[in-house]
C-alpha cells in the first residue's frame, strides 16, 4: 500500500502560478509512476499529466501544455506539477495517482491504484 499526500494548493489569481506536490513515505514510490488528475465540481474527472518511474517520459494534456509541466525527484520520494498562466477554469481538486503496473502509453489513465486526498486550487478572475 502506497500512501499519497498532495499539498501547494490554494486561492490564486488568474495568470498566477502554483506548484502541487504529491508525496509519498515510501522508497518504492520511485518506482511507480504517477499521474496528476483534477475535477470540477458537477465534471467528470480529468486526467492531465503523468511521469514515469525514471522521470524519462512524461504526458501533459493538450490542453494544459505550455501551462503545466511535471516532474519528480526521488530522493525526496516527490512528484511536482508546476502549474502557469492559470484560468478560472482551473479550479478543481487536484489529486495524485501512482502506479506499480502502468500500460505502456504514458495517456493511459488505466492501472492508477494508489490515490492521494486532493488538493484544493481555487483561480478567482
Known amino acids: 500500500q502506497v500512501q499519497l499526500v498532495e499539498s501547494g494548493g490554494g486561492l490564486v489569481q488568474a495568470g498566477g502560478s502554483l506548484r502541487l506536490s504529491c508525496a509519498s513515505s515510501?522508497?518504492?514510490?520511485?518506482?511507480?509512476?504517477v499521474g496528476w488528475f483534477r475535477q470540477a465540481p458537477g465534471k467528470e474527472r480529468e486526467f492531465l499529466a503523468a511521469?514515469?518511474?525514471?522521470?524519462?517520459?512524461?504526458f501533459i494534456k493538450d490542453s494544459v501544455k505550455g501551462r503545466f509541466t511535471i516532474s519528480r525527484d526521488n530522493a525526496r520520494n516527490t512528484v511536482y506539477l508546476q502549474m502557469s498562466r492559470l484560468k478560472p477554469e482551473d479550479t478543481a481538486v487536484y489529486h495524485c495517482?501512482?502506479?506499480?503496473?502502468?500500460?505502456?502509453?504514458?495517456?493511459?489513465?488505466?492501472?492508477?491504484?494508489?490515490w492521494g486526498q486532493g488538493t484544493q486550487v481555487t483561480v478567482s478572475s
Open positions: 515510501e522508497r518504492i514510490f520511485s518506482n511507480y509512476r
Open positions: 511521469v514515469s518511474w525514471t522521470g524519462a517520459r512524461t
Open positions: 495517482a501512482a502506479t506499480s503496473n502502468p500500460p505502456d502509453a504514458m495517456n493511459s489513465e488505466r492501472g492508477y491504484a494508489y
